[in-house]
């Protein structure tokens, strides 16, 4: 059985500090990992995406993520938070059919001025 | 290229009516899936089509269904609305190649139904 674990329901950063969203995942299969950030009001856009090939993965907006096996693990990171980052993020797993697509129950984020 | 697009964008229902909810996939895409989003929480995810068949289901019961059509937009139907079934209803899309691969969705920017 699939499940996604996001180990922080808030976080709150200072502008131009790193950011750091946690995500553990449980899969039976090889699973494809994605995160995803949802603005006020808005829909729902994919930031990165892991299908098994280089495991740092790099996402738009500055953000990447790291495919830990061991630690069965996909962090999402950036090295320095803008405003306009705040929003939630989700992170989703997948099987390698496509037929379930579980997401995680989001972080938010919040950055300081 | 045309994004995902939703409609209604708001309805309001009363207990036990019936609801349809419509989504156009994006362009060149051949699947879709829903997601229940309620307040405060991570999108749930309903169901999938691929090729008109429902090929992946969650954890809803079958007063949920949906339909696929050969352009590839979709309805999802709630019958016997009941108040927990008030949420945001998301409708992504994606192309899948073979029976591997990644699914990149697409999400519409969903269509929010309060029943009363």
């Known amino acids: 059985a699939q499940s996604v674990t996001q180990l922080d329901s808030h976080v709150s950063v200072s502008e131009g500090t790193p950011v750091l969203l946690r995500c553990n995942y449980s899969s039976s299969y090889s699973p494809s990992l994605f995160w995803y950030v949802q603005h006020p009001n808005k829909g729902l856009q994919l930031l990165l995406k892991?299908?098994?090939?280089?495991?740092l993965v790099k996402g738009i907006n500055g953000f990447e993520a790291e495919f830990k096996k061991s630690e069965t693990s996909f962090h999402l990171t950036k090295p320095s938070a803008h405003m306009s980052d705040a929003a939630e993020y989700f992170c989703v797993v997948s099987d390698s059919g496509a037929s379930k697509i579980i997401f995680g129950s989001g972080t938010r984020l919040s950055i300081r001025p | 290229e045309t994004g995902v697009t939703q409609s209604p964008t708001h309805l309001i229902k009363t207990r036990g009516q019936q609801v349809t909810l419509r989504c156009s996939s994006q362009s060149g895409h051949n699947t879709v899936s829903w997601y229940q989003q309620a307040l405060g929480q991570g999108p749930q995810f309903i169901f999938q089509y691929y090729r008109e068949e429902e090929n992946g289901r969650g954890n809803f019961p079958p007063r949920f269904s949906g339909l696929q059509f050969p352009n590839y937009s979709s309805e999802l139907n709630v019958n016997a609305l009941e108040l927990d079934d008030s949420a945001l209803y998301l409708c992504?899309?994606?192309?899948?190649?073979?029976?591997?691969?990644?699914?990149?969705?697409?999400f519409g920017a969903g269509s929010r139904l309060t029943v009363l």
């Open positions: 892991y299908t098994s090939a280089a495991t």
């Open positions: 992504a899309s994606s192309l899948i190649l073979g029976i591997s691969g990644a699914n990149v969705l697409t």
